[in-house]
């Protein structure tokens, strides 16, 4: 009996030691942020930037902050992700952030487009 209770220990104190020496993974998603200007390269407050997930379809939105800006985060990334901006009629040609790319955080600006 009391060799099976030293087996149990044995046990017990090496699967403890892996679980403490197994390196904590590194956080796997990314960003993209930035900003919205118009034809005449002003900034573009309350723009409405859309990012849609090419592989679920699901699409999110953020309207930019008074100096133009926008950012989206916790971002597969296996995945590319579109990404768009409208504003009183106009909107920016659409632009891909691809699963090749492999900066964690993104920079993308978006132009828009006067009015037709």
């Not at 892996?18 to 390196?23: H, L, N, R």
């Not at 904590?24 to 118009?38: E, L």
Request: hydrophobic share 35%; charged share 25%; net charge positive.
């Amino acid at each position: 009996m009391n060799r099976v209770w030293m087996v149990l220990l044995a046990a017990l104190v090496l699967c403890s030691a892996g679980s403490f020496a197994q390196k904590k993974k590194p956080d796997a998603t990314r960003s993209v942020q930035g900003s919205v200007t118009a034809a005449d390269d002003s900034v573009v407050d309350g723009a409405r930037v859309y990012l849609e997930n090419t592989k679920t379809l699901q699409v999110r939105s953020f309207y930019t902050q008074k100096d133009g800006t926008y950012y989206f985060h916790e971002l597969s990334p296996d995945v590319d992700y579109k990404l768009r901006a409208e504003f009183a009629g106009a909107s920016s040609p659409t632009k891909t952030l691809s699963s090749f790319d492999t900066r964690k955080d993104a920079v993308m600006n978006l132009k828009l487009n006067p009015k037709k």
